[in-house]
C-alpha cells in the first residue's frame, strides 16, 4: 500500500479527544494561540490557561505547546484534580524517575528537583480541567495544595506550571491571591474560534487525510454555527464532522470501494442535511448509543450517574457509578456494569482512567444532552447527593488533618503568648488581660450557638432515624439534610447515606401529568409534592412512594404556581385562566376562587401563604405586592379584599407586609 493511502485511511477528526503531539499535522487554524501561548510560557513560571468548556485548552497546550518546544529541553507532566492533586502529582513525578533510585524523596518539592536534575529538562506541569480542583476537593485539601504550590514558586525550581482552567471557575483562582498573590498575573484567554479559523479547521484536516469536504457543506455548517454571533463550539463541530466522516467511510465499505482502491471520502452538503443538521446529528449521537445497547434503560442509568446536577460532566469509581445509579432505576450487578461501562467506551461516549479505575463522559457536551433527560425530582435528589458527598470528605479531611493542626496552632499560640508576656510592661499586660477576656467572651458565644446548632443537628437526625423507621425514605433525607445544614454529624452522614441508597426509582420518577409540568412544591413536613402543569391540573403524590394521592381540577389553563399553608392543611394555586385558587388537602375540594387577575403573563404568578393565613401574590401588571386574605371566621375562615391593598414592589417587601393596612370588604 502505498504512502498516500496510509495517510487517506487516517480519520481527520478527533471526535471528543483533545489533541497531542501526534496529531500536529492535523491541528490547524490556532497558529496564533500557540505564538502566543509560547511567548506567555517563558514569561513566567505560571500560567493560567482559560476559556469556555471545549474551546480547546487542553489540544492548545498539549499539541500546540509540546510541539513547539523540543522534548529534550522539556518534560511534560499531565495531573487532573478530580482526585488529590498532591497525591496524583507525586505519583506521575515517582513514575519519571529511574525505577532502581534509591532514597526517593519525601515531598513534592523534592521530587521535582531530583527529576529535574536527573533529566536535565525543564519539568512543565500542566494542570488540566482544573475546575475539578473547586468542585471536588473540600477546603482543606485545597488548604494544603495551595501552600505546597507558593512552597513550588518561592524555590528556585527547573520547572513551570500550567492551570488549564474553565472560564467561569476563573475567579475561583483567587484562593490563591494570599500565598501566590500573582497567580492570575501571568494568563491567556481561549476564546471560540472565529468562522475563518473553523473554515480551516475543516478543510485542513481533510486535505491532509484526503478527504474532500464540499464548499457547499462548509458555508452552512459555519452558517449554523456561528449564528449568535458567539463563535464556533469545538466539541459540536467535532461531533458533526466526526458523524459525516463515519456515514461516508460506512457506504464506501458498504459498496465495495475502499481507499486502496483510490475512492475519495467526500462529505457533502445532502448527508448533512440527510442527517437532520446540527441538533439531531448531536442528540441522535447519544440516543442511539442508549436505544442500540442491548440494556437501554441501565445504559440512561449509567449516563445519568455521570453527570453533575449542573449539567456537567464528572469522574466516578465503579463502586460509586453502582451506587449513584439507584437514584434512576433498579440496581444493576457489578459484572453487567462493567460490560455496560466497557460498551460506552467502545461506543466513544465514555473514557476511562486505566491506571485509577475511573470512567468519565468524553465532554460536557454529552453531559448537556443527558441532564436533559433528568426529571425534576432526579436533578433535586443529585443535588442533595452531591451536598452530602461534599460535607463528608471535608468531614474525613478535617479528622485526617486535624490533630497536627490542633497541635501547630496550639504551639504557635504558646510561643507568641510568652514573647508578649515577656515584652509586654505592666500597663500592656493588663490591656492584654482584657482582650483576652473579650475574646474568650466571643469565643464562650459561639460555643453557646454552636450547641444550639448540635441539639437542632440531633434533633432532626433523629427525626430521619424515625422516618428510616417508617419506612419514608424521602422525608428521611429531608430530616439528615436538615440536621447537616446545623452541623455537621457522623448520625446525619451515615443515615443519610442509607436512605439515598434506598430511594429508589419509585421515588425519583413521578409520571402522570400530560404535558410538561410547570412546577412543584413540597409539603411543610416534607411528605406530599405538589405538582402543577399544562393538563390544567394540580396532582399530589406521595414524596416517599410516588403514589397519586389526588387530582385537583378547576384551573382552565397551565398551572404555574402551587404553595402550601404553613400547617399543611391549605394549598393555594394560580394559573393562566389569571386565577388563584385555594384547595383544602384534606377533602381534596375547592374552596374559594380567591381572585381573577385581569391579565396573565408567561412569567406566571409569584404567591406565598404567610403565618397569618394570608396569601401574598405579585400583579403581573402593576408589579406591586397584593394581600388577599384567607383567614376569619369558619372553618376556613375567608374574606377577599378584591386585591385593593397595595405596596410597592421592591426587595423587602416581603417584611413589609405586616405593616399593610386592614382594609374593608365590600
Known amino acids: 500500500m502505498s504512502e498516500t493511502n496510509k495517510t487517506a485511511q487516517r480519520a481527520p477528526f478527533n471526535f471528543l479527544d483533545p489533541y497531542g503531539t501526534e496529531d500536529r499535522d492535523i491541528f490547524f487554524s490556532r497558529d496564533l494561540e500557540i505564538a502566543e501561548v509560547y511567548a506567555r510560557f517563558y514569561r513566567n513560571r505560571t500560567l493560567v490557561v482559560h476559556g469556555e468548556s471545549g474551546s480547546g485548552k487542553t489540544s492548545l497546550v498539549q499539541c500546540g505547546l509540546r ?14 484534580a478530580v482526585l488529590d492533586p498532591l497525591d496524583a502529582l507525586r505519583r506521575e513525578l515517582l513514575r519519571e524517575l529511574p525505577p532502581d533510585a534509591e532514597d526517593l524523596p519525601e515531598s513534592t518539592l523534592a521530587c521535582i528537583e531530583r527529576l529535574a536534575a536527573s533529566t536535565r529538562k525543564t519539568v512543565v506541569i500542566v494542570f488540566d480541567q482544573f475546575e475539578e480542583f473547586f468542585l471536588f476537593q473540600p477546603a482543606l485539601v485545597r488548604e494544603r495544595f495551595i501552600c505546597e504550590f507558593a512552597a513550588w514558586s518561592a524555590a528556585e525550581l527547573n520547572a513551570r506550571f500550567i492551570i488549564c482552567i474553565r472560564e467561569e471557575y476563573l475567579a475561583r483562582l483567587t484562593e490563591f491571591e494570599s500565598a501566590t498573590p500573582d497567580i492570575l498575573r501571568n494568563r491567556l484567554w481561549v476564546r471560540r474560534m472565529s ?11 481533510c486535505a491532509a487525510c484526503g478527504v474532500t469536504a464540499a464548499p457547499t457543506l462548509v458555508d452552512e455548517l459555519l452558517a449554523d454555527l456561528t449564528r449568535g454571533g458567539k463563535g464556533v463550539e469545538l466539541p459540536i463541530l467535532q461531533v458533526v464532522l466526526d458523524s459525516l466522516y463515519n456515514t461516508e467511510l460506512k457506504k464506501n465499505e458498504a459498496a465495495g470501494a475502499t481507499n486502496e482502491k483510490g475512492a475519495a471520502l467526500e462529505l457533502s452538503l445532502e448527508a448533512y442535511k440527510a442527517q ?8 441522535r449521537f447519544v440516543e442511539n448509543t442508549v436505544a442500540d445497547h442491548v440494556t437501554p434503560e441501565a445504559a440512561r442509568q449509567v449516563l445519568k450517574s455521570l453527570v453533575t446536577s449542573e449539567g456537567t460532566k464528572k469522574v466516578s469509581s465503579l463502586r460509586e457509578i453502582e451506587e449513584a445509579v439507584l437514584q434512576f432505576g433498579e440496581p444493576i450487578t457489578a459484572t453487567a456494569l462493567e460490560t455496560l461501562l466497557r460498551d460506552l467506551i467502545n461506543a466513544r461516549v465514555l473514557r476511562e482512567d486505566a491506571e485509577n479505575h475511573l470512567f468519565e463522559l468524553r465532554h460536557d457536551a454529552l453531559a448537556a444532552t443527558i441532564h436533559d433527560w433528568m426529571t425534576g425530582l432526579e436533578k433535586e435528589l443529585m443535588e442533595a447527593r452531591e451536598s452530602l458527598r461534599a460535607r463528608y470528605r471535608h468531614h474525613e479531611a478535617l479528622i485526617k488533618s486535624s490533630g497536627a493542626l490542633a497541635f501547630a496552632v496550639l504551639a ?11 515584652r509586654a510592661t505592666a500597663s500592656e499586660q493588663k490591656a492584654i488581660i482584657q482582650e483576652e477576656l473579650a475574646k474568650d467572651q466571643e469565643k464562650l458565644a459561639k460555643v453557646n450557638e454552636q450547641k444550639a446548632r448540635g441539639t437542632l443537628a440531633e434533633i432532626y437526625a433523629n427525626e430521619g432515624h424515625k422516618a428510616r423507621e417508617q419506612p ?3 422525608k428521611a433525607l429531608l430530616r439528615y439534610r436538615a440536621s447537616l445544614e446545623q452541623q455537621d454529624n457522623m448520625a446525619a452522614l451515615i443515615g443519610a447515606a442509607a436512605s439515598i441508597s434506598r430511594f429508589t426509582s419509585e421515588s425519583s420518577s413521578i409520571r402522570g401529568h400530560i404535558g410538561r409540568v410547570r412546577f412543584i412544591a413540597f409539603s411543610p413536613d416534607g411528605s406530599v409534592l405538589a405538582s402543577g402543569a399544562d393538563d390544567k391540573t394540580v396532582r399530589l403524590w406521595n414524596a416517599t412512594s410516588a403514589k397519586e394521592l389526588a387530582v385537583l381540577k378547576g384551573h382552565a389553563a397551565t398551572v404555574t404556581s402551587v404553595t402550601f399553608s404553613p400547617d ?3 394549598m393555594a394555586s394560580g394559573a393562566g385562566d389569571s386565577t388563584i385558587r385555594l384547595w383544602d388537602l384534606g377533602s381534596g375540594d375547592l374552596e374559594k376562587l380567591l381572585i381573577r387577575l385581569r391579565t396573565y403573563t408567561e412569567l406566571g404568578l409569584s404567591f406565598f401563604l404567610d403565618l397569618n393565613g394570608q396569601i401574598i401574590f405579585k400583579d403581573p401588571v402593576e408589579l406591586a405586592l397584593r394581600r388577599l386574605e384567607a383567614a376569619r371566621a ?13 405596596i410597592p414592589f421592591y426587595e423587602n417587601a416581603f417584611q413589609q407586609t405586616a405593616r399593610i393596612p386592614q382594609t374593608t370588604s365590600e
Not at 67 to 80: G, M
Not at 634 to 646: A, N, T
Request: glycine content about 14%; aromatic content about 10%.
Open 67 to 80: 510541539a513547539k518546544i523540543p522534548s529534550y529541553d522539556a518534560l511534560f507532566i499531565s495531573v487532573r
Open 412 to 422: 504557635g499560640f504558646t510561643a507568641w503568648n510568652v514573647r508578649e508576656r515577656e
Open 472 to 474: 419514608e425514605w424521602g
Open 568 to 570: 399543611g392543611h391549605l
Open 276 to 283: 437532520g443538521k446540527i441538533d439531531a446529528i448531536l442528540a
Open 634 to 646: 369558619g372553618r376556613i375562615p375567608w374574606r377577599e379584599d378584591g386585591g385593593k391593598s397595595l
Open 195 to 205: 468562522g475563518d479559523q473553523a473554515r480551516q479547521a475543516i478543510t485542513g484536516p
